[in-house]
């Protein structure tokens, strides 16, 4: 089944066709700026203007980086605070006249990496963290997701939140080399260890093409492998949430 696939970031909002059996994009991958502030109005605007790109007119899943429960956003970390209510299935079909449905955005990515990536063959817990503007996660058991889990927000070295000290945005603006903060992301990983004692790390994100550049700064009793999709495993992954 063909399907649009939408991922909306901190940064980027970015879309593609996707084939669902396949876990294939069918088309280039289209990518606009996130709107700053990302208010529904102004993200609603870019999510039609990405739509109209591809002239769709079918199913549109689509991740978002919030906890999502039914389509209705429930919390705003890395968007606007006027999200937290709203049921944006609704809104999208409403602007696009596209059937629509939402999943956080590293749940889809998960997802894509469960079916068709690197956890493709994954047994007992599974977690993957996507560093990004944030720091996302999602939870599988079996390959069964447990959805909108926040690991972003557990506490490190009983003192600031894993999102503030490890993700992506963190790297960039505090300009910290590779060996640095991978040795913080480690930190997050080892709390996790801590609390979930699972069999497979994921590294999803923008980072995870660049994986070889800091891989040999993990020390893990877990297995750590970046996410075989990279920017492709949201979108594929939304595709999938909306074709189930």
């Not at 502030?37 to 609603?44: F, G």
């Not at 919390?75 to 629509?100: F, H, V």
């Not at 996507?130 to 557990?154: C, I, M, Q, R």
Request: glycine share 10%.
């Amino acid at each position: 089944m063909e399907v649009l696939g939408v991922d909306i970031g901190g940064t980027g909002i970015k879309g593609a066709v996707v084939d669902t059996n396949e876990g294939k994009l069918l088309t280039e991958r289209f990518r606009i700026p996130t709107p700053q502030p990302a208010t529904p109005d102004a993200v609603l605007q870019t999510v039609k203007e990405l739509i109209d790109h591809f002239d769709w007119h079918g199913r549109v899943g689509c991740g978002f980086p919030a906890v999502v429960a039914h389509d209705v956003i429930r919390t705003a970390s890395n968007i606007d605070k006027s999200w937290i209510g709203l049921n944006a299935g609704e809104e999208i079909q409403k602007a696009t006249g596209c059937p629509t449905h939402l999943v956080n955005d590293v749940d889809a990515a998960g997802l894509a990496e469960m079916k068709f990536g690197a956890g493709i063959d994954a047994k007992g817990v599974t977690i993957m963290l996507a560093a990004g503007t944030g720091l996302g996660s999602a939870l599988f058991y079996d390959k069964h997701l447990l959805p909108n889990t926040e690991f972003g927000f557990v506490i490190v070295n009983k003192q600031i939140e894993a999102e503030y000290h490890a993700a992506n945005s963190v790297r960039e603006k505090e300009d910290l080399d590779w060996k640095t903060w991978a040795g913080r992301l480690n930190e997050v990983f080892l709390r996790l260890e801590e609390l979930f004692y699972p069999d497979l790390f994921i590294l999803g994100g923008g980072v995870s093409k660049k994986f070889d550049r800091y891989s040999q700064y993990f020390d893990l009793n877990t297995k750590l492998v970046p996410a075989a999709n990279r920017n492709h495993a949201g979108i594929i992954g939304a595709a999938l949430a909306a074709n189930e």
